[in-house]
């Protein structure tokens, strides 16, 4: 069986840092934030260039509080995609605010430029790009048309640890970065996981005290908070395969390459790169017309893969009414429910068991 990710092989990979990173927190004593989660806030917040970096307990998390920490809550619309995980829009709700949902450049399947003046209303307050299957959305558009509007932006890095764009870390060029560390992201947990990246020291600081109740350092208060604190377990296993990162992102990086070169002659659509950034490929999402069918040859060969996102958020029974649309619609996230195909990446995928998978795919087109 080859997976689409791989935790499992990710943990036997740096087993032997990540059980002493283990053991360490075991003997510390210290079991939630304290020393372990300082010391890899610290590392992170370097590693992607910010003033500061906040852990929480997961991606969402992380969303709901930088916002709350921007003072976006009841009554504010935050703009985002539907072409993305639930996770993005629930977390939009959770903070109080209304979605309101615009479609995707459908080349990058990042979010269009294009269609977010249209959505601003005076209510709006801010934009959600997400860098989507370890893509840079087009900051440059986006951030140029937050300044106009007067809105924050909030980058939803959770599938684009160590990504760039222009040079710069994802997760420094918004107001606030928020990351997942879901043990299949490109930095992944044992666990659930999350932090929040700004620039701005004041802002972190709100998020630190919102993870916990509203408590400063002496446990007072000026406002009420939550409670979503990364456990020291969860740091210390981060902070040993930080280093790694951007080794991980460049193996992955080297399989998206292996399967363009392979695949590029078969009738379905391969990702597309930007020139000004560099995607780190948490998933390699194809569109085809026979992706439904491609999902079930490829199981039947013993290979995993998965649609995103075949029932856009927007089309959820849970999410529907609660979010707004353009009059217009969402035409090309439409277009792509039900299309893509996410085929199996991880850096501990070799490249016999990634020809494997060239195999069966192009089988499944001969047999056409
Ligand atoms: C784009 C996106 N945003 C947010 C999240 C939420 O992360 P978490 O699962 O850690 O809450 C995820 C991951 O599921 C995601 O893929």
């Not at 510390?28 to 970096?53: H, I, K, M, N, P």
């Not at 560390?181 to 709100?206: C, S």
């Not at 990446?345 to 068991?353: C, G, K, R, S």
Request: proline share 4%; with cysteine; net charge neutral.
């Amino acid at each position: 069986m080859i997976p689409l990710a791989s935790p499992l092989a990710q943990y036997r990979s740096q087993a032997g840092a990540i059980d002493a990173a283990i053991r360490r927190v075991l003997e510390g004593g210290d079991y939630v934030l304290g020393g372990e989660v300082q010391a890899f806030e610290r590392a992170f917040a370097e590693f992607c260039g910010v003033g500061d970096a906040v852990g929480v307990n997961s991606g969402t998390d992380a969303l709901k509080l930088a916002l709350r920490a921007l003072g976006i809550g009841a009554g504010d619309e935050v703009v985002t995609v539907s072409h993305t995980a639930l996770a993005t829009v629930a977390a939009i709700l959770e903070a109080g605010a209304v979605p309101v949902l615009v479609d995707i450049d459908p080349v990058h399947r990042t979010i269009d430029p294009a269609r977010i003046d249209a959505a601003v209303t005076s209510r709006c307050r801010a934009i959600v790009p997400v860098h989507v299957y370890g893509q840079a959305a087009d900051m440059a558009a986006v951030l140029a048309i937050a300044q106009r509007h007067g809105l924050k932006v909030i980058e939803d890095c959770a599938q684009a640890a160590g990504g760039r764009y222009r040079g710069q870390r994802l997760g420094s060029l918004g107001d606030a970065g928020c990351f997942s560390f879901y043990p299949t992201k490109n930095l992944g947990a044992i666990g659930d996981g999350g932090m929040v990246t700004a620039n701005d020291v004041q802002l972190a600081g709100r998020v630190r005290r919102l993870r916990q109740y509203g408590w400063d350092e002496h446990r007072r208060t000026q406002e009420a908070g939550f409670n979503s604190r990364l456990d020291a377990l969860q740091a210390a296993i981060l902070a040993a395969k930080l280093p790694r990162l951007d080794e991980d992102n460049g193996r992955r990086a080297a399989l998206a390459r292996r399967y363009a070169t392979a695949l590029r002659d078969l009738p379905m659509t391969l990702p597309a790169t930007r020139a000004d950034g560099d995607h780190v490929f948490h998933l390699y999402a194809i569109e085809s017309d026979d992706a439904e069918a491609l999902r079930r040859h490829l199981a039947s060969r013993g290979i995993g893969s998965a649609a995103h996102y075949r029932v856009p958020v927007h089309r959820h029974d849970g999410y529907a009414a609660r979010v707004v649309v353009p009059a217009t619609g969402l035409p090309v996230t439409e277009r792509l429910a039900g299309r893509m195909l996410s085929l199996p990446i991880y850096p501990e995928l070799a490249d016999a068991d990634a020809d494997r998978v060239i195999d069966a795919v192009r089988d499944y087109f001969a047999g056409r």
